[in-house]
Every structure is written in structure tokens, then in C-alpha cells.
């Protein structure tokens, strides 16, 4: 018999050794057609067993239909249904969840959500890892945990809806990614890349500016910053677009300086940051902000190392977490917590300040003969 109980998730009911909440459920296949559910009204193992055999009859009378869930093709619940709902309720959905859906729908895109396996999500994972980008590389991990998350959130839906039973991305480990140090800026290199945004390239000085003086996030928060979001009375903007929550963030005396101009110049739009070539707000700079690393000489950076930059000095400078996370919009303490790192200065400072804990002996002290036993013989 193919019946089993699923055992309770709840916290309280782990360590009983019996649980109320604790289901019976039945998983069969007839003629390649996979039939599972949950039989609620059953107590014990006798009572699922002829539950399921009633089931069965009735799959072989053709009257099985109150117990089976219309389950649908996994390409046509994304296209339908979490694609919808995503653009509805989330700010990255087009950058982020539509590029990989339809990797996604390329890989699971005819099969039905309940015949999608954890042995088949972990094939799919190996597949994208050693998978070439247009770049010549592997795809990274992180990339392929981001794949992962968004399969994972499409089972959820599909459960909520009532389509699944159960999501089997939990049965699949992401990747470990080492955790790195973020980049961030010298105060030499900041003053090499601003010498590089001349020419061609002077109109990533003013987003240079705003980002390293106020950790907005690159393009997303810089680039649809609008002229009500500048308080220039009480010297503050506001932001927040990947996260619900809006944030002030204080203007330093250069953020104030450039964001001015910006407002008093007659572009004819709400954005501060518009392009000359369109007459509409910056939609990306990096091919442009790439050009002037490599004019200034910089390497390993790119477009958010300027939040990165905005954050680490905030450590170095002795603000607590609590604080970073208020002024970068971090949703999570763990986030903040990871720009409160020593920089190669402090790093440097720091061993010093153990070398002179030494004591140093006085002149006095060293010019005192040696004292020597005499050994009678």
C-alpha cells in the first residue's frame, strides 16, 4: 500500500510521540498518471489503506474526481500565475524573475508541477553550474542559487494555490558561498576615477558623487530619484525602492552641491539624473563606468562598489551596525554588520598598536653591568 503520514512540522508536537495535526496521505501512479492527496478523515493505517483503495475503484470507474488536483504544466503556471502575481508585488520582477523564469520554463517548462522531483532540481542545478556564460566563464553559484530561490518562491505559490502538496526545492541545498569583504574605494582611487569622468564621461561624475556620498543603491535608487525626493530646507533625500520602507538619508556639503545643480537645470522631467541623448532618466552607465576604471587604473570594481564605499566608511568611522542599516536600507542586521570590517589602514594601525604595548627598557636600565655568580671551587 502506498500510503504514509506525514509527520507534523509544528515545533510543539515534535517531541510527541503522537500528533493531531499529523495527516494521512496516499501517492500512487496508474498508467503514468500520478495521483496523490491527503485522506484527513483517516485515524489510522487500516482506515488510509481503504481510503486509498476507494480512491483507486474510483480511478478505474473514471469517477476519480473530487480527489484529484487539477495539477498544470510548470511553463504554463509561471506564465499564467507567478509571473502576474510577481509583477504585481515585486519590485525586482523584471530584472530579475522574468530572465530567469524563462530559464526556468526551458529546462521544467513541459512537465507538471507534481511531477517535478528533488532528484530532478538537483540535476538542473549541476547542469547550470557548469553551464558557459556569453562571458566565456561558469555560471557562478550565487546565480544559480538566485535560479533556485525563484523556483523555490514559484512551489510556494503553487502550493498556496492549492496545485502541490508540497515544494521539493527544501529538499535541495544551495550552494555555500564564501563570504567575501565587499570592494570598496580608496580615498586615492576616488580621487583617480573623478579625474577620469572628464569629457565623454562627465556626467557619471555627478552619480559618482551621490553614490559614494550616500550608499543609494546603483541604478535602481540613483537613477529614479526625483526632484520631490530632495529636501533641500532640512538637507535630506529620500529613497527606497527595493525594500517597502522609505529612508532619509542626510546630504554631506559635495551631495548637496551636485544634486542642486541637477534640480535647477531645465530638463523638463520629475528625474534627476537625465540622459542628454534621450531627454529621459539613466537607465544603465556601465559600460561607461567601465571605461573609467580603466582610465583611472582600477580594477576588481564596479558600478556598486560606490554603496559598498558609502558603507565601509561608515564602519571605519565607528557607526554601529544599527546605524548603517538605517541609512543603507538593509533589511537584515547581518547585511550592516558585514561593512563593520577593518580596512588596510585600521588592519595596519591595529598590529602597530600591539607592537608598542612593548614595554622599552630605560637607558638607565640598559647600561647596568651584568651580575654574575661566583662558584667556589
Not at 501512479?29 to 483517516?42: C, D, F, Q, S, T
Not at 522574468?98 to 521544467?108: A, D, G, V, Y
Not at 572628464?198 to 535608487?221: F, W
Amino acid at each position: 500500500m502506498s500510503v504514509f503520514q506525514r509527520p507534523c512540522q509544528r515545533r510543539e508536537c515534535q517531541k510527541k510521540k503522537s500528533c493531531k495535526h499529523a495527516h494521512w496521505h496516499y501517492d500512487f501512479w496508474i498508467n503514468n498518471v500520478r495521483y496523490l492527496g491527503a485522506i484527513k478523515e483517516a485515524r489510522t493505517k487500516l482506515q488510509a489503506e481503504q481510503a486509498e483503495i476507494r480512491i483507486k475503484n474510483d480511478v478505474f470507474q473514471g469517477k476519480y474526481g473530487s480527489h484529484k488536483k487539477v495539477v498544470p504544466p510548470f511553463g504554463e503556471f509561471v506564465e499564467t500565475v507567478y509571473l502576474p502575481w510577481a509583477r504585481a508585488n515585486k519590485r525586482s520582477c523584471r530584472t530579475s524573475d522574468e530572465t530567469r523564469c524563462k530559464t526556468l520554463i526551458k529546462h521544467f517548462g513541459n512537465k507538471r508541477l507534481d511531477q517535478i522531483t528533488p532528484e530532478m532540481i538537483e540535476g538542473f542545478k549541476t547542469i547550470r553550474r557548469n553551464s558557459i556564460t556569453v562571458r566565456g566563464v561558469r555560471l557562478s553559484q550565487t546565480s544559480v542559487n538566485r535560479e533556485l530561490e525563484i523556483l523555490s518562491k514559484i512551489f510556494t505559490k503553487a502550493k498556496d494555490f492549492g496545485k502541490v502538496e508540497r515544494n521539493p526545492c527544501r529538499q535541495v541545498e544551495r550552494f555555500k558561498n564564501r563570504k567575501v569583504i565587499p570592494r570598496y574605494f580608496t580615498h586615492d582611487e576616488e580621487d583617480r576615477l573623478m579625474a577620469a569622468m572628464t569629457g565623454t564621461l562627465a556626467h557619471l561624475r555627478p552619480i559618482a558623487i551621490v553614490g559614494i556620498g550616500t550608499g543609494l543603491r546603483p541604478p535602481s535608487e540613483i537613477f529614479n530619484l526625483r526632484r520631490s525626493d530632495v529636501d533641500f530646507e532640512r538637507n535630506v533625500l529620500r529613497a527606497g525602492t527595493k525594500t517597502d520602507e522609505e529612508r532619509e538619508i542626510p546630504m554631506s556639503e559635495a551631495v548637496r552641491e551636485v544634486l542642486l545643480e541637477l534640480y535647477n537645470r531645465d530638463t523638463g522631467s520629475e528625474f534627476l539624473f537625465v540622459s542628454w541623448r534621450t531627454g529621459d532618466r539613466f537607465k544603465e552607465v556601465k559600460n561607461g563606468f567601465r571605461r573609467a576604471l580603466k582610465d583611472a587604473g582600477i580594477k576588481g570594481a564596479r558600478l556598486y562598489t560606490m554603496r559598498h564605499t558609502f558603507g565601509t566608511r561608515l564602519g571605519e568611522a565607528g557607526y554601529s551596525s544599527y546605524e548603517i542599516m538605517a541609512l543603507m536600507g538593509h533589511r537584515d542586521i547581518k547585511t550592516s554588520a558585514g561593512y563593520v570590517h577593518g580596512t588596510d589602514g585600521r588592519k595596519r594601525a591595529a598590529v602597530e598598536a600591539i607592537q608598542r604595548l612593548r614595554p622599552v627598557k630605560s637607558p638607565a636600565e640598559s647600561e647596568k653591568p651584568e651580575l654574575r655568580l661566583a662558584v667556589n671551587n
